[in-house]
């Protein structure tokens, strides 16, 4: 399933810690930063808690210290992904809005939770403008510059992805730009350069921020096939900070690869538990298909339903997921319709695959195919972008590119969805056997 900029998560998006520098030239003069605030929000359900704690604890004595409202803003949506609790959104709503009456003018850091609120919900056009207004105030705010990048990125805007990417890097790089950088790499096929990048912020972070990232690289080497570099990556994540949620959902990913899948349900389990994201509920119900226990499939299925049901009703737009789990799992005419809603939004690779992915489902071959090649257009080593346009191009009869892009897809990444190899085998099989 899919990582995007916004999966880096809140907790590092906010983070002002040291780290490399990826880009090596500036045509911006140079000044000194305004006034930051580091906003530090663990991902660790406990340190969490404690953050928000400490900040309420605080907003008890100072009521009227709008920094700490806007921090608690951020703090609840992480703690919305942490949880899965949607409703947590709503409380970041109410601590933002605590923050601009306090300080309604150059109050960027509510702009910059607002922003985070924002694309939380998915709502990307909203916050970049967020964003935006944020750096307008203050250009050396850590946390609107990456939350620009991760909206460019969602916005299908590829390269002004990359000069945020460099504007940022050369304001304050940061373990979390370098995040960054390495998945704009990774999204245009270049996993040797991502991997670099990642090692390299990695050493010179610590703790969390370092687990994190090794996680992210575990990811990397996985799709090259390294699993015993990602092992050790993940093993090494996991000694640093135990409870991390990635560190698992890579974890499974790489049982999956082993041949672990008995292992990799009880994790993808451990996972949906914990934080019940539609895509990882998701993940585990085609496990346990192509294990051949439907009836627990269907269940997941279910709950998958419910989750993003439950989304909707907290202002989080769902409509990415909803169309990629209805192409395969439910139904087609409403998985068309919520694919060609986020396709009137953005136009990012992700949501491209989607929209062809839909558009075949229901016998729009032609217009399927045209979209999905937008969706490989970067040369993203996703292995069921990859799949989908072979499926595609074999339903057209375009036989040698099919095998060509199916054969690409089933090599991408060895973690990928059994389920969804089946499917692919099964058509690269018809294509065989037609000759």
Do not use: C
């Not at 998006?13 to 500036?26: D, P």
């Amino acid at each position: 399933m899919r990582r995007t900029a916004i999966a880096i998560g809140v907790g590092l998006v906010l983070a002002v810690s040291g780290g490399i520098g990826i880009a090596t030239t500036s045509g911006e003069p140079t000044e000194r930063p305004g006034p930051a605030v580091a906003r530090v929000v663990p991902d660790s359900g406990q340190g969490l808690g404690a953050t928000i704690i400490s900040l309420q604890d605080t907003l008890r004595r100072v009521p009227k210290d709008h920094v700490s409202w806007a921090n608690l803003a951020v703090a609840y949506v992480e703690q919305a992904r942490v949880t899965g609790l949607a409703s947590y959104y709503d409380k970041a709503d109410e601590a933002a809005s605590r923050s601009f009456t306090i300080e309604p003018d150059e109050n960027f850091i509510a702009l910059a939770a607002r922003a985070a609120i924002e694309s939380a919900r998915h709502n990307f056009v909203e916050a970049l403008a967020s964003a935006e207004e944020a750096l307008a105030i203050n250009a050396f705010d850590v946390g609107s510059l990456a939350i620009r990048v991760d909206t460019l990125t969602e916005l299908g805007r590829y390269d002004d992805q990359l000069q945020a990417l460099r504007t940022a890097d050369r304001r304050q790089p940061s373990t979390a730009i370098a995040a960054r950088f390495a998945y704009a790499y990774e999204l245009r096929g270049d996993l040797d350069r991502a991997g670099d990048v990642l090692r390299d912020a990695a050493a010179n972070g610590g703790g969390a921020e370092r687990a994190y990232l090794l996680t992210l690289r575990a990811d990397v080497l996985r799709k090259q096939g390294r699993l015993k570099a990602a092992g050790r990556d993940l093993e090494i994540a996991q000694q640093a900070a135990p409870d991390r949620l990635l560190a698992l959902v890579s974890t499974a990913r790489l049982q999956t690869a082993r041949g672990d899948l008995e292992g990799a349900v009880k994790t993808w389990q451990d996972v949906t538990a914990r934080q019940p994201l539609p895509e990882y509920l998701t993940e585990l119900g085609e496990l346990l298909d192509h294990l051949g226990r439907t009836a627990e499939a269907e269940a997941q299925y279910d709950v998958v339903r419910t989750t993003i049901e439950l989304l909707d009703a907290n202002g989080v737009k769902s409509d990415l997921e909803t169309a990629i789990f209805e192409a395969d799992h439910g139904s087609t005419r409403q998985a068309l319709e919520q694919a060609q809603v986020e396709w009137s939004r953005r136009t990012s690779v992700h949501v491209a695959d989607a929209y062809a992915w839909a558009l075949h489902r229901v016998g729009r071959d032609a217009k399927a195919l045209e979209i999905a090649r937008a969706a490989t257009r970067l040369g993203t080593p996703e292995a069921r972008f990859w799949i989908h346009r072979g499926t595609i191009e074999a339903a057209l009869g375009m036989t040698d590119a099919a095998r060509t892009h199916l054969q690409r897809g089933l090599a991408t990444d060895p973690g990928m969805s059994p389920w969804q190899r089946d499917q692919a085998l099964a058509t690269l099989s018809r294509l065989r056997g037609g000759g």
